[in-house]
């Protein structure tokens, strides 16, 4: 099962094209694939296309920095929005949790109370018809005439 506030993010983000797009470009560039693939046309770039020192390629490589040093800085900002609206959700349970516990806890405290008056009660009641007795001892054979 999901956090909620997960779900939450999810359903936010797939509402929107531009942060789909993002999330695309993010998880691509944060893979191997983009790694490789990127060995293999900077190889090929250098190998067939330019000559040395490869001045279109350091444009191009310059550029591809630029913009993939923004999209870290959006996933950073999502993450961070993420990780508050996360933690402001496990707050009000947390808090919620307290309460309830707090009003358990006062319930239990009332009912041990109230057990414990009643077993004093009885307690109290039976001392009272021991006392009677021994005072006024039953005859055990009746008194003759």
Known sequence: MLHPSVLAEAE?????????????ITAFAGSMNFVYLH???F?????????????????IVSL??????TFVMIGQNRQAAFQQVKADHD????????EENTDLTRAIHELTAQ????????????????AAA????????????
Do not use: C, G
Request: proline share 7%.
């Open 115 to 130: 057990i414990h008056q009643r077993i004093l009660a009885d307690v109290t009641a039976s001392a009272t018809r021991e």
């Open 134 to 145: 021994a005072a006024n001892p039953i005859q055990d054979e009746p008194t003759k005439p």
């Open 39 to 41: 060995i293999l046309l």
């Open 43 to 59: 190889a090929v770039w250098m190998l067939v296309f330019e000559q040395s020192p490869w001045p279109t390629l350091t444009l």
């Open 12 to 24: 936010r983000r797939a509402a929107s094209i531009q942060l789909r797009v993002a999330d695309a």
């Open 91 to 98: 707050y009000n349970a947390q808090e919620h949790l307290l």
């Open 64 to 69: 591809e920095a630029i913009f993939l040093s």
